[in-house]
Structures are given as C-alpha cells and as structure tokens.
C-alpha cells in the first residue's frame, strides 16, 4: 500500500521545476542584528537633471518636502548620479546612505550589451531561461541579472525623498531578473521607492545577516515582489506587493535556527509585518519559510492569501518550520487569473501581457479561494488572525513526502505537517460584524501528529472530526486518498505550456459559500468508478437471485442511496455527506450477506461492511486511534471485494449457469 501511495505522489515531481532555483547557499552565523534608520553619516546623492520634470513631479509635496528635495536637487547637480548603481559603484565606507530623489530611474547603463565573457559564463541554466550564477560571477557581472546589484557593501542604506514611495521608481523594463538585488549585504536599508516589471523579483535579498525593507513597493513583477533568501536578522515592513506572478512577499530558505525546538522560540529570523499584499497569485510565501514571524498584515484579493511549503528542493532549512501568523488579515482570496493562462495572455512578451492593467500569470498552481496554506510544515502557530470570504478554504493543512522534494530517506517522507496549531482565530466574520463566511474554515489531508484546530467554536471543518486543542497523540502516516487525489492532479499545472489538469477545480472560482456546486473534480472520480462498479455487481447478484424479495430490494436500495450519497460529497460544499454515505454503503454490504455466492466471500462482505460503518464513525463522530486512517483499509478491502466477486459471478455462470444456485465455496 505505501508502495501505490509513493508512486502516486511521483506526480507531484513535475511541481519542482516551477521552484525558485538558486546557488548553493550558506546561511549566516546568526551574529548580525536588524540594522537602524540612520539621518546622519555619509551621504551620496542621486536625481535625474530634467529640472522641468522634477518641479512637476514635486509640485503637489507638502511644502516642507518641497523645499528639502529643491535642496537637494541643487546639492545632486553638482555632484550627485544619474543612477543608483553609480552611486552604489562609489560607496567607499560602511554606513553610507543613498539619497534618491523623485524620478523614473531605468538604469539605463546597467542595460547597455554586456562583455562576451558575461555573455558566456559557465553556470547551470534552468527551466525558466535564467543561469544559476556564483556569488563570484554575480559580482564580476551584476547586470547579466540585475538592474542595480548590490555586493558585499555592508551597513547601506537606499531611501527615496518623496513623501510616498511611488515618487521613486525604479523600473526595470521586464529586461532584468531583479531591480535590486542585494547579496551578502549585512546591514542594508531599503526605504521609500517603488521597484517594478523585473522578470523575476523586485527586490531580492540573499545571504544577508541584518536587513529591513521599509515603506518599499514591488509590483508587476513576474515571480515575487520581496524575496528573501538565506538571510537572517531581518524585516519587511509597511510594504505593499501587487501585481506580481508567484507572491507578493516570500522570505524563504530561512536561517532554520529553531529546527530543533518545539513552541519555545526565542527569536524570530525574519519578521513581516504592517505590509499589505494584494491581487497576486499569492500574498504571502514560503519555501523552507523557516522561523518567519508575521503579524498585523492585509493578505487579500489574490489567489490565495498565504503558503508556507517543503515542496521544492535545494531550499535550506526543509521541512519548513517554526512560522507565528498572528493579528493578520486575510479575506476575498477569490481572484482568478488562470483565465489569462487559458487565452494565451500570459504567452505574450512580458511588455505585452498588460501586467500593468491587472494580468498576472501565476508561476505555480495555487487554488483559487484559500486564506492559508501549510504544505508540509512543522511547529507553526496560527493565532487571533481574522480569515473570512475566502471561497474554498480558510485555513488548508497538507502532507508533503520527502520524495517530492528529492529526499528518498524513508524518516523524510514521514517529516512533515506535525504540531502545528490553529487556535483563537476569527473564522468568517469580518473586523465589522459583517458574516462573510469561507468555503470551509478549517481542511486537514489527514496526515501528521500533534497537529490541534481550535474546538467548539462552530467553525466548519473538513473532515468533520479532527484533533481538538490541546493536542493529542494521534498520528496518521499518510493522507486521506481521497483528498490526496486532487494534490497529485492538480501540481501538473505549467504556465509555459499552457497545461491546466482537467478535473482540478483549483482552476476554477469556486462558489460562493452556501451555493451548490456547480462542477466535478478529480475528487469525483473514484466515488463515480466506485458507484458504478459496485451498482453493476449488485445488480449482477440481484439479478442472478431466483427470487426478488424485499430483503434484497432493500439491500439493492441502500447500495444505491449509499453509492449516489458518496459522490454527492465528493463535490466540495457537500463534502459533510461522506460519513452518512459509507454508513449507509456499510449497511448495504452487511445487508448482502445472504446474496454473496460463497462462504468467504459472505463472510469477507460483512467485514466489509463492519469497516465501512467503523470509516463512518472515524469521518463523522471521533478519530479513532490508528497510524492509517480507516479509509485506506475499506479502499482495499473493497478492491479485493470487486475483483472476488466479479470472479465467483463469472465462474458461477460459466459453470452452472444463474438459473441454479451456486455452491459453498470450499474452504
């Protein structure tokens, strides 16, 4: 059986090539610290000389801010940049800032043609187009992939002068992998200004022990507005992210510094907060989004609202672990982009695809209508945040083996989405009152240990019964199949080719909550194969009977309302139907113990049936204390019933014809 579950999850392999790949990374020593907002040390200038188009651009500031920025106009002149770049190439000293004022900023040198042997360095290249360059070659050559490249500068810090940070912009055409990339830059300070239209990240910060991004912008961005990788010591704050293909914020690949603790965590590596991330494929993500502590921020109108993951591999830091989501907001995660993946929007070129008008092209698949999800992450707590109007799913929980991320240890596929809690949450209400309830409030795969959702509060869960806080020791090693089903289905999207999976309803907007469904999924498959073959046999036994009498009518009916029961919850908002329905198929198959042709078969029947109504009673009333759900158990017993009986049906006929009754098999 685990054997079939594996081969299974195979298909979640294709997912990996949609990850952000990256050179091999060492995390920092942790002995940095998140830097201050300095107003004094050495300053560098930087503006554009177009006097006219500076006054207009300052003319409607607050007086003061006019006068300081008329200042420093003159003062940039004289001897001041043109672009950032130039002014990052002249630092000369630790704790210099960079004074940037009002413009477009195009970088235009950083996109003259680069040297041939930038043109031609020997690095790995990916899926995506791009080459994976060294921390050496990424400085010898910082515009092979980035607009302006920061390297190895410590304690700088980049502010625009506008009152808002949509006074500078720094634009990047779609020509470049990055705007800003800082790497290996402890201590760097980025406030103020707005960074736009890369084919990969707005900002990207890497290898940096002590980092804030502050007041910044990152918008119309292929993959991510603020990316963060193997860093510690830093913060993302007041922040907006719109617009952008993968997430608006992902610190991701983490400095794993709590891996080995459970609830105590004394500090945070990354801290998000105050940021607003709207209309993206994602609000929020994280591979190996290791000790993330994120609060008081708005996640709304993308596709989803949150994910933190231990999909991909060469992350650092997996199994992610150890995020604290508290006092967000996440609600109306209902937009749907995969439209513009259908009519060939997004196969356009980057300037043509109208990112600017609201098109964004989602990188990875993400179903539409969730607030949160954790995909294979231990230790994260989730707490007093406020989740409403999210369509399919408020909160969503599930198993990630290690084979999907290249790691064929046997302890690695069974490391993931333990203790993880879900407490004190304000599920489908919004901050004014208002009742804007989620599809579900709560969905877990089945799988993990010590995992708690808050209890008796009222909140919609799917399955009906799960681990109520505090935790108990229940563990189950592997997901619902059921549930399981439409994961494998669904990782096979690809937005380069097009490829959205028929039977994955993540594709679709889903109905509002408390409406009908109005489509199938790949959920709905085996429930329909399972109705009509089992339909099928018990017809073929009812029809071989010599008599109809009432018993085996009624047998007949209960299969039948069991069966057709079953697959109704296989369409998500009746999904509260399946522990009714497999009790009512386990009364059925108990029922048919005297139209079974053979001892053994009648006696396999009834245990069948037993299995059935103890499945009904795992699903709808208390978990029972088993490593492997009860599910998995009735699937194969059931498989073996079809294969059995169709056997003795067939032998039966060919042998004696269905006139005569057929003989006790012989033990």
């Not at 992939?145 to 990047?172: C, H, K, M, W, Y």
């Not at 009333?621 to 498989?639: A, C, D, N, S």
Request: charged share 15%; with cysteine.
């Amino acid at each position: 059986m685990v054997v079939v579950v594996f081969a299974a999850l195979v298909a979640l392999c294709p997912a990996t090539a949609l990850a952000h790949s990256e050179r091999p990374t060492t995390p920092p020593d942790g002995t940095g610290h998140v830097p201050d907002y300095r107003q004094s040390g050495p300053q560098l200038l930087v503006c554009k000389t177009d006097a006219a188009d500076f006054a207009a651009r300052i003319a409607n500031f607050p007086p003061a801010f006019q006068r300081s920025n008329q200042d420093l106009f003159a003062k940039c002149q004289a001897n001041g940049y043109r672009d950032l770049q130039a002014a990052v190439d002249h630092v000369t000293e630790a704790g210099t800032s960079i004074e940037v004022l009002p413009g477009l900023y195009k970088e235009e040198p950083s996109l003259a043609p680069d040297t041939d042997a930038c043109n031609h360095l020997p690095a790995q290249r990916v899926k995506a187009g791009y080459q994976i360059l060294s921390y050496e070659q990424q400085k010898a050559c910082p515009h092979q992939q980035n607009l302006v490249g920061i390297f190895g500068v410590r304690d700088l810090q980049i502010e625009g002068t506008g009152p808002s940070p949509g006074d500078v912009v720094f634009d990047a055409q779609f020509q470049k992998l990055n705007v800003i990339r800082g790497d290996r830059t402890n201590g760097l300070y980025l406030r103020n200004f707005t960074a736009e239209r890369s084919t990969f990240n707005a900002v990207y910060v890497i290898e940096t022990d002590g980092f804030v991004i502050d007041t910044v912008v990152g918008r119309w961005n292929n993959e991510y507005g603020f990316l963060t990788f193997a860093s510690d010591h830093g913060v993302i704050k007041s922040c907006e992210a719109y617009g952008n293909g993968d997430s608006g914020i992902y610190p991701g690949g983490t400095s794993d510094i709590n891996h080995d603790r459970g609830y105590d965590v004394p500090r945070y590596a990354i801290e998000v907060m105050g940021c607003r991330s709207h209309d993206n494929t994602l609000g929020y993500s994280g591979t190996g989004g290791d000790s993330v502590w994120v609060h008081d921020n708005q996640f709304d109108h993308n596709m989803g609202g949150a994910s933190m993951d231990s999909l991909f591999p060469n992350h650092p830091g997996l199994p992610q672990n150890h995020a604290l989501f508290e006092r967000n907001r996440i609600y109306s995660n209902n937009s749907n982009y995969y439209p513009q993946v259908r009519d060939g929007t997004c196969a356009k070129a980057f300037l043509d695809r109208g990112l600017e008008q609201g098109v964004v092209c989602p990188a990875v698949p993400v179903p539409v209508g969730v607030g949160i999800i954790v995909i294979g992450g231990n230790y994260d707590v989730f707490r007093n945040n406020v989740i409403y109007d999210n369509w399919k799913l408020g909160f969503a929980q599930t198993w990630v083996p290690g084979l999907v991320r290249n790691d064929f240890d046997w302890n690695a596929q069974w490391e993931t989405s333990h203790f993880n809690l879900y407490t004190d949450n304000t599920m489908g209400v919004a901050p004014d009152g208002t009742v804007l309830p989620n599809g579900v409030d709560f969905f877990w795969d089945g799988e993990g240990a010590g995992n708690c959702w808050q209890a008796g509060s009222g909140e919609s869960v799917e399955p009906l019964v799960m681990p109520g806080c505090p935790a108990g020791a229940l563990h189950r090693y592997v997901a619902d199949p059921n549930r399981l089903v439409l994961f494998v289905d669904c990782s096979n999207y690809d937005l380069a080719t097009r490829n959205l999976p028929m039977g994955c309803d993540w594709f679709e907007t889903p109905v509002r909550p408390g409406s009908l469904p109005n489509s199938m999924n790949a959920m709905s498959v085996a429930p329909a194969v399972q109705a009509f073959v089992v339909i099928v046999l018990f017809a073929w036994l009812l029809f071989r009977r010599s008599r109809f009498d009432g018993f085996a009518i009624a047998t007949m009916v209960e299969i039948l309302l069991g069966t057709g029961v079953l697959f109704l919850a296989s369409l998500e908002p009746l999904y509260y139907l399946s522990p009714a329905g497999i009790a009512i198929l386990g009364l059925g198959w108990l029922s048919a113990l005297r139209m079974m042709p053979g001892r053994l078969l009648a006696v396999w029947t009834v245990l069948l049936g037993l299995v059935a109504l103890a499945e009904a009673v795992d699903a709808g009333i208390v978990l029972l204390p088993l490593p492997l759900g009860v599910v998995w158990i009735r699937l194969l017993m059931e498989l073996v019933w079809v294969v059995w009986t169709t056997r003795n049906l067939i032998r039966a006929r060919s042998e004696e014809g269905f006139a005569r009754p057929i003989p006790a098999e012989t033990v």
